[in-house]
């Protein structure tokens, strides 16, 4: 039940673009991206639900394959503040009921 | 500023001893959620709670326990009973479905 990311890490030079992806053996109803700085809580970047549109900002979005249940996270012209682990939390049917989340992937922007 | 607090932030148990975390949100949220997290493991999911007085076992709730009194607490008591009790635990609300999730920043729990 638990999504699998990929890939566990990545290193990027500032500038460069990244591509995080998640998946899931069940059909969701929610994917949500949260970010994780070393020592902190996760800070959440956006949830995209079952037909609803690509979310995002200019620099960080995602989308939401229904049929492949399949979510992926886009990092442009990365900064270093991107740095950071990023966790997708899947969500099978509405109603506030927890998240399940993949294990994480550890991006390491540098100069 | 409406949040999560969740104290201490650092916490040493001894061997046999129960000790309790707080959790305490200001938000209004129904739901309020506890998190495992281990190196490399992600976060798992202990107990959650989605109205008062009442509260639902997460994938390892084993040597835990929990309570849900009023809206605004979610206190977590990790057992002695919890035989590796040792990790980063997370709290963690929301409002609905149709949004995400606000934490707390976290407390640091050692077993020494």
């Known amino acids: 039940q638990q999504p699998v990311q990929s890939p566990q890490a990545v290193i990027l030079r500032e500038g460069e673009d990244a591509v995080i992806n998640c998946s899931s053996s069940?059909?969701?109803?929610?994917v949500h991206w949260y970010r994780q700085k070393h020592g902190e809580a996760p800070v959440f970047l956006m949830i995209?639900?079952?037909?609803?549109e690509q979310k995002g900002h200019e620099k960080i979005s995602a989308s939401f394959n229904e049929k492949k249940q399949q979510s992926s996270l886009y990092l442009t012209a990365s900064q270093l503040s991107y740095s950071g682990t990023y966790f997708c939390?899947?969500?099978?049917?509405?109603?506030?009921?927890?998240?399940?989340f993949g294990k994480g992937t550890r991006l390491s922007v540098i100069a | 500023d409406g949040g999560i607090t969740q104290s201490p932030k650092y916490l040493f148990r001894k061997e046999g001893q129960n000790v309790t975390l707080s959790c305490e949100q200001n938000?209004?949220?129904?739901?309020m959620y506890w998190y495992r997290q281990d190196p490399g493991q992600g976060l798992r999911l202990i107990y959650y709670?989605?109205?008062?007085?009442?509260?639902q076992k997460g994938d390892i709730a084993e040597g835990y326990s929990v309570s849900r009194e009023k809206k605004e607490s979610f206190p977590l008591t990790v057992t002695s009973a919890q035989k590796n009790p040792t990790a980063f635990y997370l709290c963690?609300?929301?409002?609905?479905?149709?949004?995400?999730?606000?934490f707390g920043s976290g407390t640091r729990l050692t077993v020494v």
């Open positions: 709670s989605q109205i008062v007085n009442d509260f």
């Open positions: 939390g899947t969500e099978i049917y509405p109603g506030n009921t927890p998240l399940v």
């Open positions: 995209l639900l079952k037909g609803g």
């Open positions: 963690a609300s929301r409002d609905s479905s149709h949004y995400g999730y606000t």
């Open positions: 069940k059909a969701l109803y929610s």
């Open positions: 938000l209004n949220h129904d739901a």
